[in-house]
T-cell receptor, first 114, second 112 residues
Framework: AQSVTQLGSHVSVSEGALVLLRCNYS??????LFWYVQYPNQGLQLLLK??????LVKGINGFEAEFKKSETSFHLTKPSAHMSDAAEYFC????????????FGQGTTLQVKP | NAGVTQTPKFRILKIGQSMTLQCTQD?????MYWYRQDPGMGLKLIYY???????DKGEVPNGYNVSRSTTEDFPLRLELAAPSQTSVYFC???????????FGPGTRLTVL
C-alpha cells in the first residue's frame, strides 16, 4: 500500500529565508507525486506535480520539488519565503490503481515571520 | 466556468439527523471524489466515482453514501449524523486522462 509522511507538522521561517518542507513516500510502483497548498478557509490548490521525466519540478509561486527515487523523497523548496506563502501544504501520492485516488500526508503548516 | 462548487459552506447538525452535501462540477470530468479533512490527519478519501452510475468506497466510507446519476453531480449523504463526522468535507474532480484533481471550497460540518 502507498503512504506519505510529512516531516514536521509546523515549520516557521523568516521572510526571505529558504523554505524546505519534507515529504517521504512509499510505493511499490513508480509514483505520481503532488504538492497542494491550502490557504485559510479555502480548498486545495495544486502547486506542482511529478509524473514522469525530469525529476526537478517547478510549480507556481516560485516553488519547486525534486523527486529522489533512492531516498523516496519529494521535498518542496522555495529560495525566499514571502508572507503570502503562509498556508498549509500537503504532499500526496496517487494510488497504484487506475482510479486517480490521492493518498495525502498529514500536512505541514508554514508560518512566515516578518 | 465555475469549476467545482459545494453547498452548503457551513452546517450544524444534531446527532441522528441526516443531510446531503452537494457537489457539482462544470468541467465534464469523469472522475469525482469526496474527502474529509480532520486536523493533523490530512485528507482521507470517503467515496469516489469514475463515471455516472459507478461509485466505490474509499478509505473511510462508514456512515456515508453517495450516488452519481449525472456526470456533473456527486452528492454525499449522511444518514445518521454522529459527532465523529464533524469535519471539513472536500469534493474534487479530474479528467480520465490527466492526473490533476480540482478541489471545491469545502463544507464545514459540525455535529452536536
Amino acid at each position: 500500500a502507498q503512504s506519505v509522511t510529512q516531516l514536521g507538522s509546523h515549520v516557521s521561517v523568516s521572510e526571505g529565508a529558504l523554505v524546505l518542507l519534507r515529504c517521504n513516500y512509499s510505493s511499490s510502483v513508480p509514483p505520481y507525486l503532488f504538492w497542494y497548498v491550502q490557504y485559510p478557509n479555502q480548498g486545495l490548490q495544486l502547486l506542482l506535480k511529478y509524473t514522469t521525466g525530469a525529476t526537478l519540478v517547478k510549480g507556481i509561486n516560485g516553488f519547486e520539488a525534486e523527486f529522489k527515487k533512492s531516498e523516496t523523497s519529494f521535498h518542496l523548496t522555495k529560495p525566499s519565503a514571502h508572507m503570502s506563502d503562509a498556508a498549509e501544504y500537503f504532499c500526496a501520492v496517487s494510488d497504484e490503481g487506475n482510479t486517480g485516488k490521492l493518498i495525502f500526508g498529514q500536512g505541514t503548516t508554514l508560518q512566515v515571520k516578518p | 466556468n465555475a469549476g467545482v462548487t459545494q453547498t452548503p459552506k457551513f452546517r450544524i447538525l444534531k446527532i441522528g439527523q441526516s443531510m446531503t452535501l452537494q457537489c457539482t462540477q462544470d468541467m465534464n470530468h469523469n472522475y469525482m471524489y469526496w474527502y474529509r479533512q480532520d486536523p493533523g490527519m490530512g485528507l482521507k478519501l470517503i467515496y469516489y466515482s469514475v463515471g455516472a452510475g459507478i461509485t466505490d468506497k474509499g478509505e473511510v466510507p462508514n456512515g456515508y453514501n453517495v450516488s452519481r446519476s449525472t456526470t456533473e453531480d456527486f452528492p454525499l449523504r449522511l444518514e445518521l449524523a454522529a459527532p465523529s463526522q464533524t469535519s471539513v468535507y472536500f469534493c474534487a474532480s479530474k479528467e480520465r486522462v490527466t492526473d490533476t484533481q480540482y478541489f471545491g471550497p469545502g463544507t464545514r460540518l459540525t455535529v452536536l
